[in-house]
């Protein structure tokens, strides 16, 4: 049964940070990465990172201003978000992939409010 832990989220000011962490059980997967979707909208695309983390991709949106990045060894994703807006607003899933995408597996979510 995979399992997806995530942490880090919480309530902040504009201009704020915040860094979401995702444990993952079992088995390590290539691709690992963070969706979002805000009340109201579709699901989103965040950034997604590969096995080597010599890849990694982000939605225009959050470019220059959040980082993903993995540790291998404790099957863990994390999301440095800077800079936060308020339309940043959103639950952020973790989710994993066997292959290049993210998606196979999806975390239960945690909520990020960012106030202005």
């Known amino acids: 049964q995979v399992q997806l832990v995530e942490s880090g989220g919480g309530s902040v000011q504009a201009g704020g940070s915040l860094t979401l962490s995702c444990a993952a059980s079992?088995?390590?997967?290539?691709?690992m990465g963070w969706a979002r979707q805000a009340p109201g909208k579709e699901r989103e695309f965040v950034a997604a990172?590969?096995?080597?983390?010599?890849?990694?991709s982000y939605v225009d949106s959050v470019k220059g201003r959040f980082t993903i990045s993995r540790d291998n060894a404790k099957n863990t994703v994390y999301l440095q978000m800077n800079s936060l807006k308020p339309e940043d607003t959103a639950i952020y899933y973790c989710?994993?992939?066997?292959?290049?995408?993210?998606?196979?597996?999806w975390g239960q979510g945690t909520q990020v409010t960012v106030s202005s």
């Open positions: 990172i590969t096995w080597s983390g010599g890849r990694t």
């Open positions: 989710a994993v992939g066997r292959a290049t995408n993210i998606g196979d597996y």
């Open positions: 079992g088995r390590t997967y290539n691709t």
